[in-house]
């Protein structure tokens, strides 16, 4: 059964052009000989059906008589027919079994009605104690695997399962299931540290408010990046945006902090406001365009191409947004009119 559902799988993934590699972890079925015995005639021989049995494996597998120890290995000692004696099937005969009626040791042949030749799994494979086999492909070189198994899925998962039989997704979807899960776990955490560091640097929670306001806004540019380059909002791309959140924050804390340095010099809140934004816009832009370009080779790695990506695109549309939204967040939570002229008001 698991075999034929195999086969089910295995024909979904070969009738999609992209999938390559289709194969299962199982190896081929092989030939086996099984011979069938005549119970009466063993019956009237005095031989039981372990006694041929065991004739057999003493025959062509051997039978262990002893242990040759050489220095600290044991090697056992086998006791078979010569290879002349048990090269096929037509040597059934010199395996010899004893007959407590005839008293003597008697060919096994004589007990042989026929052979027949089966098809048999040479190797079963098992996980948890379960048998299982796993059917697979792999996408063509240089692609990236979720476009093929977000087609796939659907038609496999479609697939009638015989009862206690289950359907398990492993490879990268189950790898990348695992890692989000740990992401998940750990990421409050990390984002919890960053939040109490800008309030411990502003000593202030508007400031804070203000810089963390920033990062939706990279979101649209990593959607748009997405959508261009066709990838997939992966494990990697989830990497790239906690990265693009520390660039985030990094940037519009340099443009907070010199607010408040511009304020703390004396002049006039509004006029703090747009001299910081006009000084800090080449830093900013500056420090963005070198980790655009430096990321940039990483659009011709299928892998890390998603990160790619995500960092490239919601670094530029974030920084473009940061050096207009952080100003006016600033003005909007510290209640700076337009009409401000005076120092420290």
């Not at 992209?18 to 972890?25: C, F, L, P, R, W």
């Not at 010569?82 to 042949?109: C, I, M």
């Not at 191409?305 to 967040?329: D, Y």
């Amino acid at each position: 059964m698991l075999r034929r559902l195999a086969e089910e799988a295995k024909a979904i993934m070969a009738a999609d052009p992209e999938a390559v590699a289709i194969q299962d972890d199982w190896r081929q079925a092989v030939a086996v000989v099984r011979p069938r015995f005549s119970v009466e005639a063993a019956q009237r021989a005095g031989v039981l059906p372990s006694d041929i049995a065991a004739a057999l494996e003493r025959n062509y597998v051997g039978q262990q008589i002893g242990v040759y120890r050489d220095k600290e290995r044991l090697i056992p000692i086998l006791a078979r027919a010569p290879a002349d004696e048990r090269g096929g099937v037509e040597d059934l005969g010199n395996a010899q079994v004893f007959s407590a009626s005839a008293g003597r040791y008697v060919p096994v042949s004589q007990f042989v009605e026929r052979v027949d030749t089966v098809w048999e799994d040479a190797l079963i494979r098992r996980e948890n104690r379960f048998p299982t086999i796993k059917a697979q492909c792999d996408p063509p070189a240089g692609q990236l695997s979720a476009p093929l198994f977000e087609r796939l899925r659907p038609q496999i998962e479609a697939i009638a399962l015989p009862p206690g039989y289950v359907l398990e997704w492993h490879g990268e979807h189950k790898a990348a299931a695992e890692a989000n899960a740990g992401l998940a776990a750990a990421a409050p955490f990390g984002f919890a540290a960053m939040v109490v560091a800008v309030i411990v640097m502003f000593n202030g929670l508007r400031q804070t408010a203000v810089i963390w306001l920033t990062v939706p806004l990279a979101v649209v540019g990593v959607a748009v990046g997405l959508l261009v380059f066709q990838a997939p909002f992966e494990f990697m791309a989830i990497l790239g945006f906690l990265s693009l959140t520390g660039m985030l924050i990094k940037n519009a804390i340099v443009l907070v902090d010199q607010i408040d340095v511009e304020i703390r010099a004396g002049k006039p809140r509004l006029l703090a406001v747009l001299d910081a934004s006009a000084s800090r816009a080449r830093p900013v832009f500056l420090g963005a365009a070198t980790t655009v370009l430096g990321v940039a080779p990483l659009l011709l790695d299928p892998f890390f191409r998603s990160m790619a990506v995500t960092i490239m695109f919601g670094l530029i549309f974030a920084t473009g947004l940061t050096l207009v939204v952080v100003p006016l967040l600033y003005a909007s939570f510290f209640r700076i009119r337009g009409d401000e002229t005076e120092a420290g008001r």
